[in-house]
């Protein structure tokens, strides 16, 4: 995929990045990602693939911009406070890089629509604030074959993973978050920098699968500790019992805890 000559310009930062070149440029530029959640997480995932030049990038969230939320999602101006996220981020995208194909989805993600929405992306980013909506939105990664970022943060912790196919998300917090939902966030709170952190590390991997640079890990989710200055990965173990990606899908849903406990995330 060619690049212009503007194209050339815009980039020419990360284009004489060893491991990047005009290759990687160009395939960030053939690339379609699916970023599920504009809130905190998607505020530094949505500029950084946009200012990259990822060529096609599809926002879904359904809620509004708020004003308790701006703290944490700067893309957001206060006079925005009340207008559909997906469109206002779709909107600072095509003001921040003509290059880059933008659509803005108003809808949330459920088991009956995920696999409709994500397919025909490369890959798929999930910031979302609840675990039923990651959930959903990876057993369609599982199914249809699509690498999975998913990234949380809350209170000072991060997390950041990268999934294909097994171990999975759910191999990682289990079925028992299926039904949960994120109501208590407001009374956990959360800093604005953890979130973008998180987004960051996740924009980061992204670039990094889409251009070939390096080797992303998969199967390995790196736990960012805002309050000790900390980051380590841990390995996912596969479930055997895992009903997305399990071998024994006869088998009932696996009651072990996860080896850590999953934050929930911030929209
Ligand atoms: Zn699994």
Redesign the pocket.
Known sequence: MMLSDEELTRYARQIVLPHLGGTGQQRLKAAKVAVVGAGGIGAAVIPALAGAGVGRLTIIDPDRADLSNLHRQPIYRSRDAGEPKAALAAQFVRRLNPFVEVAGVEQAIVPDNAAAILSGHDLVIDGTDNFATRLAVSDAC?ASGLPLLSAAAAQWQGQVGLFTG???Y??FVGDAFDADDCDNCAELGVTGTLTGLAGNLAALLALRLLAQAGEVKTGTVHLIDGLAGTQRPIRIV??PG?R???TTSSQPPSSAPPSFSPAPSYP
């Open positions: 599982v097994r171990p999975c759910r191999c596969a479930d895992c997305a990606c399990g």
